[in-house]
């Protein structure tokens, strides 16, 4: 039986009531299905949301769906994946991330 997945989709109406209800970071991945970068980082999110479940939510947001929330962002290419805490942007990273770089971004949210 398949592991179900820790980063659900998130659409983009439902983006500003979720990031501000967190109590704890939450990471947003802006992605593609046709990304293959983006598709390559998925199983390092899916592990990075396994292990600090409970301290950081990992959500991903399709781009093609949600070019206005995007572009708000400043998402020019992807994967761009940004760190909110309390409902604010506090940084981003873009491109192919290991899960120990992911671990340390995380962490300066504390």
């Known amino acids: 039986m398949p592991i179900s997945p820790r980063v659900a989709p998130l659409q983009a109406s439902e983006?500003?009531?979720?990031?501000?209800?967190?109590?704890?970071p939450v990471v947003i991945d802006?992605?593609?299905?046709?990304?293959?970068?983006?598709?390559?980082l998925a199983p390092t999110l899916e592990r990075?949301?396994?292990?600090l479940e409970g301290v950081v939510a990992v959500r991903k947001i399709n781009v093609d769906e949600a070019a206005e929330l995007a572009?708000?962002?400043g998402v020019r290419s992807i994967?761009?994946?940004?760190?909110?805490?309390?409902g604010q942007a506090l940084s981003q990273v873009v491109g192919s991330q290991?899960?120990?770089e992911l671990v340390k971004w995380v962490g300066s949210a504390f």
Request: hydrophobic letters at 45%.
């Open 15 to 24: 983006f500003d009531t979720f990031i501000n209800q967190q109590a704890g």
């Open 71 to 73: 572009s708000a962002f």
């Open 98 to 100: 290991t899960e120990s």
């Open 48 to 51: 990075l949301a396994k292990n």
């Open 79 to 86: 994967p761009t994946l940004i760190l909110f805490k309390d």
């Open 30 to 40: 802006f992605w593609a299905p046709w990304c293959g970068p983006c598709r390559a």
